[in-house]
């Protein structure tokens, strides 16, 4: 299948373990975030998403937390899972939601068994 | 399994040809935008057509142009082609604008030799 993870900062985590994916956005105006999570030879999907005048959002297994001071956006998995090895993308937007989004470097997440 | 499909799956091209990649949209979704992701990097917004007009446009040169068509179905063209236009290919298709998510295709990766 396709490779979207080389050349990609690596995560390695055991599972069962939680895992801390970073991000640096780009842009101060960004209004509102997303985390895709890519899986080789799929296209990006959904994760979780986060506006600006929010610090934290939890779902099911995940947390994003946005520090817009220092611009970081991070995506917490709990309990980690084989399913859960990919590459995951933060992604931000000005103003359009969930369109036109400008995507971030990925990070591949590597679950060991 | 989000509904949008790609065609033709791989494709290889020469440089100066052009070519013409397929998107197929869920029924109903009347807003198409296509990324390109180069081996290893995030997805670049390249435009987003709303019925049938195009509605944005990323950082990508005129020989980038699309279609969107009534039948929930859209085209990318891309004429002269360069060695740098290989990459993976995605559409994404949602509702409306702004407010809904954006589901993904599994991508066409065009090859320019």
């Known amino acids: 299948g396709e490779s979207v993870g080389l050349h990609l900062p690596t995560l390695s985590v055991q599972e069962g373990d939680n895992s801390i994916i970073n991000c640096a956005y780009s842009n101060s105006a960004s209004d509102y975030f997303i985390w895709y999570k890519q899986e080789s030879g799929k296209g990006p999907q959904f994760i979780i998403d986060i506006r600006s005048n929010m610090d934290k959002r939890q779902g099911q297994r995940v947390t994003v937390l946005l520090n817009k001071t220092v611009k970081h956006l991070s995506l917490q998995i709990a309990a980690t899972q084989p399913g859960d090895s990919a590459v995951y993308f933060c992604?931000?937007?000005?103003?359009?939601?969930?369109?036109?989004?400008?995507f971030g470097i990925g990070t591949k997440l590597q679950v060991i068994p | 399994e989000t509904g949008v499909t790609q065609s033709p799956t791989h494709l290889i091209k020469t440089r100066g040809q052009q070519v013409t990649l397929r998107c197929s949209s869920q029924s109903g979704h009347n807003t198409v935008s296509w990324y390109q992701q180069a081996l290893g990097q995030g997805p670049q917004f390249i435009f987003q057509y709303y019925r049938e007009e195009e509605n944005g446009r990323g950082n990508f040169p005129p020989r980038f142009s699309g279609l969107q068509f009534p039948n929930y179905s859209s085209e990318l063209n891309v004429n002269a082609l360069e060695l740098d236009d290989s990459a993976l290919y995605l559409c994404?298709?949602?509702?409306?604008?702004?407010?809904?998510?954006?589901?993904f295709g599994p991508g066409t990766r065009l090859t320019v030799l």
């Open positions: 994404a298709s949602s509702w409306d604008r702004a407010s809904d998510e954006q589901f």
């Open positions: 992604a931000e937007s000005i103003g359009e939601g969930y369109q036109k989004v400008t």
